[in-house]
């Protein structure tokens, strides 16, 4: 099967491209120069040519809370671009297949318990990444409206949770939370920093998904297409406080320094646990532990950045 990835150069893209390596699929995976998604004409212009059996939409403009609080307009236009953008090229060249990635952000704010994929835009999102929450939400409705132009089309949307680990982004600007963590305990280690600091009080909750094992579940997406629902989380089934999070990555660096909290930092979402019951009824689960996820994700830190 001929598979157009997008963002092939992120850190989901990576860990897909490292898994599909050597296997049956013809995988093209341009990269932002070679396909600017941005723009509709070019994108165009790109499927019409290529013509992928399989679509996996994973391009994005993606970062922390900080990211997206600093540049809701930005998150929110070219998220918004690129989708509509691949979704209308796709449809345009005739591709029956495609998978789009959400995010957890999609659901609405002050939900204790796991969020249902039915339970979006049934309440006010969460302020700090509005923007690119409501690019995601209008992705995965486009792809739910594509069979009405097409009938044969099947866009489905997997939503994850948070994502880590090898090939992130570690620039505190962008970074999100545990590669951030990762960074600021390396560097208190490395310059006997004997506190570090944690933004907000520490009670927050967020669900981190180790990124080989979110590319295995794509995989197994791409694999047995049909069987995937039109809307699934994927996610761990369970969640950490901000402080266990900080405490873990303690642990397997081998930091014995303690921790400030920062409570004039954004915290955003109290919790946003994704329900897993469709995900698990189509038969899924992850391998990775936190502890494990961690040390792999360090290791690529350490050569990566040559630190
Ligand atoms: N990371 C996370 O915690 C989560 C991520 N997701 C979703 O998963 C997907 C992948 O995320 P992740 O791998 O972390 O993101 P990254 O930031 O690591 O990668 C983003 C990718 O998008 C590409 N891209 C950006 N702008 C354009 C453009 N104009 N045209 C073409 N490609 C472009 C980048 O290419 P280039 O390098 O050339 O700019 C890069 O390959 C995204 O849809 C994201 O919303 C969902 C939930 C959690
Ligand atoms: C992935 C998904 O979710 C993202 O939203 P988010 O989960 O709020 O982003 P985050 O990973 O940056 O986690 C932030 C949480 O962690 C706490 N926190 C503590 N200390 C640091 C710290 O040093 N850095 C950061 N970034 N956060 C910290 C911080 O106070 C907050 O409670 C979207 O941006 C969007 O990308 C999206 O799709």
């Known amino acids: 099967m001929k598979i157009l990835l997008t963002g092939g150069s992120g850190m989901v893209g990576r860990n897909l491209q490292e898994q599909l390596r050597g296997g049956h699929h013809n995988l093209i995976a341009p990269s932002s120069n070679e396909l600017d998604l941005t723009s509709l004409s070019t994108t165009l212009d790109y499927l019409r040519t290529h013509k992928p059996d399989l679509v996996v939409h994973a391009a994005g403009r993606v970062g922390g809370i900080q990211a997206n609080m600093q540049e809701p307009f930005r998150y929110f236009v070219e998220n918004l671009d690129m989708g509509?953008?691949?979704?209308?090229?796709?449809?345009?060249a005739g591709v029956t297949k495609l998978i789009n990635l959400g995010s957890s952000c999609m659901y609405p704010r002050d939900h204790n318990e796991a969020l249902r994929e039915e339970q979006i835009l049934t309440g006010e999102l969460e302020p700090t990444n509005e923007g690119y929450a409501l690019a995601k939400i209008a992705t995965a409705k486009l792809c739910e409206y594509a069979k009405c132009v097409m009938q044969s089309a099947q866009?489905?949307?997997?939503i994850p949770c948070n994502l880590y680990g090898r090939f992130d982004k570690f620039d505190p600007k962008h970074s999100?939370?545990?590669?951030?963590i990762i960074e600021k305990i390396h560097r208190a280690k490395s310059e006997g920093i004997e506190k570090v600091e944690i933004w907000g009080d520490g009670s927050a909750r967020r669900e981190f998904m180790y990124a080989g094992d979110f590319a295995h579940a794509l995989i197994s997406a791409i694999d047995d297409f049909d069987s995937i629902p039109s809307l699934m989380?994927?996610?761990?089934g369970q969640d950490f406080s901000i402080k266990e999070y900080y405490e873990a990555v303690a642990e397997v660096l081998g930091y014995k320094g303690g921790f400030i909290?920062?409570?004039?930092k954004p915290v955003g979402m109290a919790r946003k646990l994704v329900n897993i019951e469709r995900q698990t009824a189509w038969g899924w689960a992850p391998k990775h532990s936190l502890q494990d996820g961690i040390a792999a994700t360090y290791q690529y830190y350490l050569q990566e950045y040559n630190v």
């Open 233 to 236: 989380n994927v996610g761990l």
């Open 155 to 158: 866009y489905k949307t997997i």
């Open 84 to 92: 509509r953008n691949i979704i209308c090229a796709a449809l345009d």
């Open 176 to 180: 999100h939370l545990l590669p951030a």
């Open 261 to 264: 909290f920062d409570t004039t």
